[in-house]
């Protein structure tokens, strides 16, 4: 066997590694989403790279082509749709194109600018994971002979979790005079990092702070709640 045939063997698709061999580019700024994706690339044979943004997303796909991308539609720098349609235009899209997001209401919004798939946060299930991108992947690159659904649901560490609320919190502190495109994020932000931990508690406050900006109403004592609950929170995840 030459270092060929080790190398087609050693990625090709198996039934217990079913996208051996598959590179995905994962565009998405919240930690506890991104490892929860690390975790299902490493059950089942993929390589990750990871963009936080649009900006360094497009420095990647300048210098290499993934097999799949995936992206989220609310980033710092913009929606992700952008690039979906940016791709779809040019001709440039990868094989595999999912949106990912925890407002399932931007699923029509992103299969329109050109995704192949919507996945709604939290995103958990290892098995939906695969067969959305086997579904859109040749029959070639499927593993061959019988396949059992991997059932398994993948749980972040939750050190990630107490990353993520970090950053809304020093983003809050940054925006405390304003009310603006900063204030506007961290709550898009907090919204999807909560639906993926399952963290009713803080999608409540960040739900209540968002009606109030929206209302025009003031927002001090909404905000103080989730500030506070925010650090109850870390403190918890610290001890943990």
Sequence with gaps: MNDDDLRNRMTRPTPTRPLNGLSL??????????????????????????????????????IYRPDCLMVDLGLPDGNGCELLQELTDTGTRPPVLIAISGDVSQRQAALDAGAHAFLAKPLSSLAVFQET??????????????????????RPDQLAYYDDLSHVVHMLDEGRETIGDKLGYALQFLRGVAISADDTPISDAVEELSRAVSGGHAIGTARANLAALLQQRMNALAVA
Aim: hydrophobic share 35%.
């Design 25 to 62: 580019l994962l565009v998405e700024d919240s930690r506890f989403t991104c490892e929860a994706l690390r975790l299902m690339c490493m059950r089942s044979g993929a390589r990750i790279r990871r963009a936080d943004c649009l900006r360094s997303a497009h420095r990647h796909l300048s």
């Design 133 to 154: 991108i086997l579904g859109h992947l040749p029959l070639n690159r499927h593993p061959t002979g019988p396949r059992m659904i991997n059932e398994e649901t993948i």
